[in-house]
């Protein structure tokens, strides 16, 4: 008797990791629909036209669904391809943004007092950090809320970003 086994790519799906990765670390990603048998199937690749191969690395399968670990040891936009044979599955190709939010330079001063209704900006240089949304976080004395903070994006200058600080009390 004579066996041919056919694996159809649109009975799996891969979940892609929901934010970006740190620089270093690692996001996993899932691809559901699996056995042991078909999991050998699987084709993973990732690219990035100027960096080296990021790591993808097995951690198992549990029930239906595997998991990978991503991680990239340079800052930029990756594309991750999951196939059987040569068809993507349902989710590939997807995107993983490699950042370091570490590598953010302030350009300029931070006010250290901001006078009632009044507004100062500063600009933060996020080119070697990579793209992405910049979010922070300001501390008041006393706990009440005493600025209005806002990241206006620059599209003349993708790499700076300026913070602009108004106070409110």
Same mark, same amino acid.
């Given at each position: 008797?004579?066996?041919?086994?056919?694996?159809?790519?649109?009975?799996?799906?891969?979940?892609?990791?929901?934010?970006?990765?740190?620089?270093?670390?690692?996001?996993?990603?899932?691809?559901?629909?699996?056995?042991?048998?078909?999991?050998?199937?699987?084709?993973?690749?990732?690219?990035?036209?100027?960096?080296?191969?990021?790591?993808?690395?097995?951690?198992?399968?549990?029930?239906?669904? %595997?998991?990978?670990?991503? #991680?990239? &040891? *340079?800052?930029?936009?990756?594309? @991750?391809?999951?196939?059987? $044979?040569?068809?993507?599955?349902?989710?590939?190709?997807?995107?993983?943004?490699?950042?370091?939010?570490?590598?953010?330079?302030?350009?300029?001063?931070?006010?250290? %007092?901001?006078?009632?209704? #009044?507004? &100062? *900006?500063?600009?933060?240089?996020? @080119?070697?950090?990579?793209? $992405?949304?910049?979010?922070?976080?300001?501390?008041?004395?006393?706990?009440?809320?005493?600025?209005?903070?806002?990241?206006?994006?620059?599209?003349?200058?993708?790499?700076?970003?300026t913070v602009k600080l108004?106070?409110?009390?």
């Open positions: 008797p004579w066996q041919c086994e056919i694996t159809n790519p649109s009975s799996f799906q891969v979940i892609p990791p929901k934010d970006y990765v740190k620089q270093h670390d690692y996001a996993k990603f899932i691809v559901s629909g699996l056995t042991e048998k078909n999991k050998n199937k699987l084709k993973i690749s990732a690219v990035h036209p100027e960096h080296p191969k990021p790591t993808i690395k097995d951690e198992g399968i549990h029930g239906s669904t %595997a998991v990978y670990r991503f #991680t990239a &040891k *340079q800052v930029g936009e990756y594309e @991750v391809n999951v196939k059987i $044979g040569s068809k993507h599955i349902a989710g590939s190709p997807f995107r993983v943004q490699v950042a370091n939010p570490e590598k953010c330079k302030v350009v300029g001063v931070i006010p250290s %007092a901001l006078p009632v209704k #009044t507004t &100062k *900006q500063f600009q933060v240089e996020t @080119v070697a950090a990579g793209s $992405g949304e910049l979010s922070f976080k300001i501390d008041s004395v006393n706990s009440r809320k005493c600025l209005d903070c806002k990241a206006l994006g620059d599209t003349s200058n993708p790499g700076i970003q108004s106070g409110l009390v």
